[in-house]
């Protein structure tokens, strides 16, 4: 079955400075989405990109899909403290959406 | 719009009892999902809802686990009888679409058996 699989690496960085998560997946999908967790929160939907869509913007994030590498990034520019959060991308496709484990950030003030 | 509301958002129960975890649906939307989430599991699929009937409950672990969403606007996930190893956050969302829209979700029941 899919999966979004995050680069497991958790992040420090400090404010101001650019996040760069990746997700790679191993079916076909129709789209990918990414979910932004802050601690003891719900998950929160940042962004949605169609397999047929190569990069998509909103705000300050960025991301791009490579449906033949089967991967994609979430680029967060000029971080900021709120940013803190845990960030997870999931899948789409027959019907099933499938969330991987996560990715911890931490920015610096 | 109010979103997906959970209740409630902490409980501590002892092992044997009976859990009851509460969700409303964001209005309109004809899908609900359960979710657990654990350090070790990550966030897992228990079961989903399409327009009140269940619709794929493979991921309810056991038969301790039943769900039921008698209308539109109410749902429940129940553990009956409760073991420690139950202790997550349960999570509930709803969305317009299963797969091909943004999922809603609500902050969430801290379960702890004790």
């Known amino acids: 079955s899919q999966q979004g699989e995050e680069d497991p690496q958790a992040l420090s960085i400090q404010e101001g400075e650019n996040a760069t998560m990746n997700c790679s997946y191993k079916?076909?999908?129709?789209?990918l989405q990414w979910y932004r967790q802050n601690s003891g929160r719900g998950l929160v939907h940042l962004i949605l990109?169609?397999?047929?869509?190569r990069e998509k913007h909103s705000g300050r994030l960025r991301v791009t899909l490579d449906t033949s590498k089967k991967s994609s990034s979430l680029l967060i520019t000029a971080s900021r403290a709120a940013d803190t959060a845990s960030y997870f991308c999931?899948?789409?496709?027959?019907?099933?959406?499938?969330f991987g484990k996560g990715n911890q950030v931490v920015v610096i003030p | 719009d109010a979103g997906v509301i959970q209740s409630p958002r902490h409980e501590v129960t002892e092992m044997g009892q009976e859990v009851t975890l509460r969700c409303k649906p964001i209005s309109g939307h004809d899908y609900l999902f359960w979710y657990r989430q654990t350090m070790m599991r990550g966030l897992e699929l228990l079961i989903y809802?399409?327009?009140?009937?269940?619709?794929?409950d493979s991921g309810m672990p056991e038969d301790r686990f039943s769900a039921k969403m008698p209308n539109a606007s109410f749902s429940t996930l129940k553990i009956q009888p409760s073991e420690p190893r139950d202790s997550a956050v349960y999570f509930c969302?709803?969305?317009?679409?299963?797969?091909?829209?943004?999922?809603?979700f609500g902050d969430g029941t801290r379960l702890s058996i004790l």
């Open positions: 969302a709803s969305s317009p679409s299963y797969s091909n829209q943004p999922q809603h």
């Open positions: 809802f399409n327009n009140n009937v269940p619709i794929d």
């Open positions: 999931a899948t789409g496709g027959n019907n099933r959406l499938a």
């Open positions: 990109i169609r397999s047929n869509e």
């Open positions: 079916t076909s999908i129709n789209n």
